[in-house]
C-alpha cells in the first residue's frame, strides 16, 4: 500500500505534464490465493472480464486523477510488458522512453519521479530557448 500511495502523490504532483494509466492485470495477491496482509481489498482471483473489470473499479477509487483500464484474461499486457506483479513505464509519442524495474523489489517510484522531474525541465528550457530564438 505504501507503494500505491507514492504512485498517487506523483499523480497529484504531476497531472499538469502527465496522463497516467494504470493497466489492471491480473490480482497478484487474490483471497482465494496468495493473500497479501496490507490489502485494501479482499479480491478473489479473476476467473471471467467482469472479475476484473469489478477489481479496476476499486483500483480506480485508489488512483484518482489516473485512468484505469484492464489487461485481457489472456494477460497480454502483462506479457508483452513483463508486469506482473506491478511495473512503471513513460511512453511519449508511442514509444516507450522509461521503463522502470519490476516490483515489488524493483520498483522505483523515484525514478519515475526524477524522470518527470527532468523531463519535465528539459521541455521548459527547450521551450524557452524555441521561443527566444524565434
Same mark, same amino acid.
Not at 12 to 18: F, G, K, T, V
Not at 44 to 72: F, I, Q, Y
Given at each position: ?7 498517487? +502523490? ?36 479473476? +476467473?471471467?472480464?467482469?472479475?476484473? %473489470? +469489478?477489481?479496476? !473499479? %476499486? ?12 489487461? #485481457?484474461?489472456? #494477460?497480454?499486457? #502483462? !506479457? ?21 524495474? +519490476? ?12 524522470? %518527470?522531474?527532468?523531463? #519535465? %525541465? ?13
Amino acid at each position: 500500500m505504501m507503494r500505491l500511495a507514492a504512485f498517487q +502523490r506523483v499523480v497529484s504532483q504531476y497531472a499538469d505534464i502527465a496522463d497516467f494509466l494504470v493497466v489492471y492485470i491480473e490480482e497478484a495477491h487474490p483471497s482465494d490465493g496468495w493473500v497479501s496482509s496490507d490489502a485494501p481489498h479482499q479480491i478473489p482471483k479473476h +476467473r471471467c472480464l467482469e472479475d476484473r %473489470l +469489478r477489481a479496476a !473499479a %476499486l483500483m480506480l477509487t485508489e488512483v484518482p486523477g489516473s485512468k484505469v483500464v484492464v489487461d #485481457n484474461m489472456d #494477460n497480454s499486457s #502483462n !506479457a508483452a510488458y513483463g508486469a506482473y506483479f506491478e511495473r512503471l513505464y513513460i511512453v511519449r509519442d508511442e514509444t516507450v522512453v522509461y521503463q522502470g524495474g +519490476r516490483g515489488p523489489e524493483e520498483y522505483r517510484i523515484s525514478e519515475l519521479k526524477t524522470w %518527470l522531474i527532468h523531463s #519535465n %525541465l528539459f521541455c521548459f528550457h527547450g521551450c524557452m530557448k524555441f521561443r527566444l530564438e524565434s
